[in-house]
């Protein structure tokens, strides 16, 4: 079985900085797209940065310039490297992935971590 675990919340003063780990493990054979979505009290998940496997990112446009997304393939592991953080960015961050295992492709979400934003 394939699975997601997260690390690296917690709680952070505004204008400072975390970084969040998934590493993915099991029988996989390859990780098209990782990302990070997040899902703040009374809000719907949205996304914040996802990453290909050939290094292409994007952004949600309320990151960019403040949070980078990065990821070590041989590792099956992504990270997101959130700066000047807000009170807004408060939220549980949930990694994803799109996967490629030997019996199909399956789509795994990470347990989620929190993250808090206040002074």
């Known amino acids: 079985q394939v699975q997601l675990v997260e690390s690296g919340g917690g709680l952070v003063q505004p204008g400072g900085s975390l970084r969040l780990s998934c590493a993915a493990s099991g029988k996989i054979f390859s990780i098209n797209v990782m990302g990070w979505y997040r899902q703040a009290p009374g809000k719907e998940r949205e996304l914040v940065a996802v990453?290909?496997?050939?290094?292409?990112?994007n952004y949600a446009e309320s990151v960019k310039g403040r949070f980078t997304i990065s990821r070590d393939n041989a590792r099956n592991t992504v990270y997101l490297q959130m700066n000047s953080l807000k009170p807004e960015d408060t939220a549980v961050y949930y990694c994803?992935?799109?996967?490629?295992?030997?019996?199909?492709?399956?789509?795994?979400w990470g347990q989620g971590t929190q993250v808090t934003v206040a002074s």
């Open positions: 990453i290909t496997s050939g290094g292409s990112t």
């Open positions: 994803y992935g799109g996967i490629n295992t030997y019996g199909g492709f399956q789509q795994r």
